[in-house]
Structures are given as structure tokens and as C-alpha cells.
């Protein structure tokens, strides 16, 4: 047993060894300060590149709070670009700004103008950048679509592209009528209940059983039960590390963090494995109806890479890869759809003309009895796919709130190039990121831009209101786009043509609250999420129509 001589000895260790190595620490923390401070200036300033006020202590720091200040703490950083083009016209009308907030944000390029973004997402696409794999390493162990690279990205999204086929997801469309039924129903309750809901968390919920549907064939039940699963996944959202605000740093800091983290993928492990071991077992075999994503992603495994029923190694291989990508699918699926969702219905309330017009597109496409709609679909699904308009509404939605853009990672070799005036822009130790929601909102590319204007997805080419090409990036473009996109246009156009023609679904926020360039309903962060949702997860009430 130590005496207690021993303590005044340990005591005066662990001092020395705290003294020793804060020193360390600070000055390795200001020499990156200087690092990335001279980088930046160095890059705005090696082809003459107009500069936001830069301080070399705290760099554009102050120019972003200041700039934020002016709005909602709850504002979504996605705002950000948009909103220091409007502040700083003169510098960012090129279509891109340098932003160096680090070391609260890596040092980026944003970029703005459509053909730039499709300079680094299409013309090259660059890898992602080290942010998002920092951000998911504990949610997928970055095993997943969205941040696998090289041969190893192009072999899973090969053997996942059948599964997102429009022709497979046609197969789901009965499936998903069933969930979707749930939601009308839960809609019509709460209209005979008279109160105030959040909208966005019955959509998570619907969102999410449909795609249990697709991706497993299985009924998660999360609109009308605690579904385990999706609490866990949830909560494991909950502990990533998006930045390295105090908030985040005193998340990482959190002694329980590695432990619920592990616990999380743990029991999400043990979720999926027999749906996957389900799907193996059967493979070879007829599969009465559809075939799930899984389902196909192991076809095309054993086609494309190894046998899996005959090797425990193979199995254990592709289980636990495709639990990983399974994961993200689910995740990000269900959350930027609800969204999505939400912001549609909200749109549709405060454009009484397109709602209108919307219903009238169901009324001539399933018949005048909504009633009827669902065993309409059910026996022609393909009329899904006969909604101009209802996909334009959609379309239109998501261009003023899309909820994420892409982070790719910068290089010395790779510049960007202005399209009219040639002018290069050095990218080498930044992070570009491709802001989608300035992009979608700037009067340069997009004409009555800050209008809700679905009739924009009609026009023709030479028309006013034509849209351009690049310009329509909310899954981005180009190789690295999103997978699941016919997935979630899908399901939107199911729900809404469901549900649009029985129930009104009214936005509710006070007169005098909170806007974001002009809008009650703006996009924000929500505590514990990645991506942009809708200011008050969306207060409704609904009313049921005669």
C-alpha cells in the first residue's frame, strides 16, 4: 500500500508532466494558427482573388459572427455562404469565397457557381474531404458509400446500383402504400385532435418504415411503436463530432462517448445481421415479390466479388460491410426525405395556387375519388412516374432547402477555374464545399430565384424560367451522386399523393418570430443532427377536407 509519502511525489509527477506538455500543446496549437492563416492568404492572394476582412489572430471568425449575429443562433450553417454573398456582393459575385474559421472549421474554398461545383464533383471528382470521415468514423467506421473511395467505392456502388434501380423500387410501391397508410391515418387523427404537432417527427418515422421496407422487407412499426433500433441510431447520430465548436469539444471530452458509441454499433449490428444472414439464405432460391436492396446487393456480390454461401470469411466479409453501408443508407435516407417533406407541405400551405394545381395533376392521374388512389397505384405503380408536376413541387423544394452540400478535399495540383473570366483558384489544404443552398438562390443562375416556382421543372429549353445545366445539385452531380435519390422522389410523390387531396396540413409559426431572409420556416440545426431541418421540426395543424 502507498504511503502517504507517495502522494506528494506522484502529485508533483503528474504537475511536471502537465507542465511539460500544455507548453507543447499551445505552441503546436499556434504554429497550425499560423499554418493555415498563411495558407489561406497566400491562396487568396496568389491570383489576385478579392478577400473577406481576414484577421490573422482569428481569421474570418469575426467576419462569420458578426454576419450570423443578424439571425437565429439556430440558423443552419448551410446559410452561410449564401448570406456573405449577399453581405460581400463585391467579393463573392465570382462565384466562390475563401472562409478560414479553423480551428473552429478546416479552411475552405466555398464555391457557389455552378460550373466550378462540377469542376470537383464531375469534370474530376475529388476525394471527400477528412472532415466527414473524422465525422462518421465512429456511426460506419467509414465503410459506407459516402465515404469509401478508389476501386473500393466503385465495387460497392456497383453491387448496390440494382437495388436503387426505378425499376426495383416500383416493386415496393404496395409496401410502401402500407406505411404510407399509417402516416395518412396519424395525419386525420391529428386533425380530429385539433392540436399542434411537429410535423418532421411522424416524417422521420414514415421515412424510415419505408425504407426498412426496401432495404430489409421487414416492418420497423417506428410510427406507432418504440422501435429500439431507431432510438439507437438516433442516438449514435447524436455523439458525432461535426466541428470543433465548445459544444462538440465538450461532447468528444465525455467520458461515457466511446462507450455508447461501441454500445450503439453493437446492438445495431446485432439488428441487422439476420436480415442480412436472412437474405444470404435465400439467395439462389425464387423470392416470392420484390426483391430487397440486400437481396440484390448479394446477387451482385457473389457475381462481381466472392461466393458468400460458401464461406464463413465471404459471409462475415460482406455482413459486416454491408451493415455498415446499411446504416448510412437508413440514416441519411430518412432524415433529409422528412425534411424534404416537411418543407413541402409547408410550401404548398403558402402557395395555395400550386396546391391547387397539384391536386388537380392527382385528381386527372388517379381519378376524383382519393379514396380510390391507393389501390390505383397498387395496380399501376408506373403512375408514379406520370407526375410532372408533383415532381416539379418536389424538385422545387429542394432547391430552396436542400440539406446538405458536398465537402471534397482540396489539392496542390488542383485549381479552380472561373468559366468566363479564367481566373484560378488554389484549393491545395482546403476544403472545398459545394454550397447547394447558395447556389440554388443566387439571381445569377437561377431566375426568380428567392420564388417558390415549381413551373421552373416545365419550362423548355430557350425559355425564361429553363433551368441550366449544373445548377440542380441537392444529391449532387456527377459520379459521387447520391444513390438513393430515385428512392426518396419516390416515396415523396407516394406520400403526397396520398395524403394532399384528404387533409390540409398548415404551417404554424407566429407572426413576429424568427426569419431567415424572409422565411419563418427556415432551415436550421437541430441539437443532436447533421443536417438542415425545418425551424420547429415543422408546428402544423391539420384539417381534414370535405
Known amino acids: 500500500m502507498a504511503s502517504l509519502v507517495d502522494v506528494p511525489i506522484t502529485f508533483g509527477l503528474v504537475a511536471r508532466t502537465i507542465g511539460i506538455l500544455l507548453p507543447i500543446a499551445v505552441l503546436r496549437f499556434f504554429y497550425r494558427l499560423y499554418q493555415v492563416r498563411s495558407l489561406v492568404r497566400k491562396a487568396a492572394k496568389e491570383n489576385g482573388v478579392k478577400f473577406l476582412p481576414h484577421s490573422f489572430l482569428l481569421g474570418h471568425l469575426p467576419v462569420v459572427a458578426r454576419l450570423m449575429a443578424k439571425y437565429p443562433l439556430d440558423t443552419s450553417g448551410q446559410y452561410v455562404p449564401l448570406l456573405l454573398a449577399k453581405e460581400y456582393p463585391e467579393i463573392c459575385n465570382c462565384g466562390l469565397v475563401y472562409v478560414d474559421t479553423w480551428p473552429i472549421a478546416p479552411p475552405m474554398l466555398a464555391v457557389f457557381h455552378p460550373d466550378m461545383m462540377s469542376q470537383f464533383t464531375q469534370e474530376t471528382s475529388l476525394p471527400k474531404h477528412d472532415m466527414l470521415r473524422k ?31 426505378s425499376k426495383n423500387l416500383l416493386s415496393f410501391v404496395p409496401a410502401m402504400l402500407e406505411e404510407v397508410h399509417v402516416f395518412r391515418a396519424w395525419l386525420k387523427s391529428v386533425a380530429k385532435s385539433g392540436e399542434v404537432v411537429k410535423l418532421e417527427e411522424q416524417a422521420m418515422k414514415v421515412t424510415i418504415d419505408v425504407i426498412g421496407r426496401a432495404v430489409l422487407d421487414t416492418r420497423l412499426h417506428c410510427q406507432t411503436r418504440t422501435n429500439r433500433f431507431y432510438n ?34 453493437r446492438i445495431m449490428k446485432n439488428f441487422f445481421q439476420p436480415h442480412i444472414e436472412r437474405s444470404i439464405a435465400r439467395h439462389g432460391t425464387p423470392i416470392k415479390g420484390p426483391q430487397t436492396i440486400t437481396d440484390l446487393a448479394i446477387k451482385s456480390y457473389v457475381t462481381e466479388v466472392e461466393p458468400v454461401s460458401q464461406s464463413s470469411n465471404a459471409n462475415a466479409r460482406f455482413i459486416n460491410q454491408t451493415i455498415e453501408h446499411l446504416k448510412m443508407f437508413i440514416f441519411a435516407g430518412h432524415d433529409t426525405t422528412a425534411s424534404t417533406l416537411s418543407f413541402a407541405f409547408h410550401l404548398l400551405h403558402t402557395n395555395p395556387a400550386t396546391l391547387a394545381t397539384l391536386r388537380a395533376e392527382h385528381d386527372a392521374v388517379f381519378g376524383t375519388n382519393p379514396s380510390t388512389a391507393s389501390a390505383t397505384i397498387t395496380a399501376s405503380p408506373q403512375l408514379l412516374n406520370q407526375l410532372p408536376y408533383t415532381s416539379a413541387v418536389i424538385k422545387e423544394t429542394l432547391r430552396l432547402f436542400p440539406p446538405v ?12 477555374t472561373h468559366p468566363e473570366t479564367g481566373t484560378r483558384y488554389a484549393t491545395d489544404g482546403l476544403m472545398l464545399y459545394g454550397c447547394s443552398m447558395a447556389e440554388h438562390r443566387l439571381d445569377a443562375f437561377w431566375p426568380r430565384a ?72 427556415y432551415q436550421c440545426l437541430v441539437p443532436g443532427t447533421l443536417t438542415g431541418h425545418s425551424k420547429g421540426l415543422m408546428p402544423v395543424t391539420v384539417q381534414l377536407r370535405e
Not at 138 to 154: A, I, M, S, V
Not at 240 to 247: H, R
Not at 405 to 416: H, I, K, M, N
Not at 487 to 499: D, F, G, K, S, W
Request: aromatic share 10%.
Open 135 to 165: 465525422e462518421f468514423m465512429p456511426f460506419t467506421q467509414c465503410k459506407d458509400l459516402l465515404n469509401l473511395e478508389g476501386q473500393e467505392w466503385k465495387a460497392w456502388r456497383s453491387i448496390f446500383n440494382p437495388g436503387f434501380s
Open 232 to 265: 439507437v441510431m438516433k442516438n449514435q447520430v447524436s455523439w458525432l463530432l461535426v466541428d470543433n465548436s465548445p459544444s462538440t469539444i465538450r461532447k468528444a471530452m465525455n467520458p461515457f462517448r466511446l462507450l455508447m458509441t461501441w454500445n450503439n454499433n
Open 405 to 416: 452540400g458536398t465537402v471534397r478535399r482540396g489539392s496542390a495540383s488542383f485549381y479552380l
Open 450 to 521: 428567392a420564388e417558390f416556382v415549381p413551373e421552373r421543372w416545365l419550362a423548355r429549353d430557350g425559355e425564361p424560367l429553363h433551368v441550366r445545366k449544373n445548377a440542380f445539385r441537392p444529391f449532387e452531380l456527377g459520379p459521387r451522386n447520391c444513390i438513393g435519390q430515385e428512392l426518396a422522389q419516390l416515396e415523396l410523390r407516394v406520400i403526397l399523393a396520398m395524403t394532399i387531396r384528404e387533409v390540409d396540413v398548415c404551417s404554424v409559426y407566429p407572426a413576429d418570430g424568427a426569419m431567415v431572409l424572409g422565411e419563418l420556416a
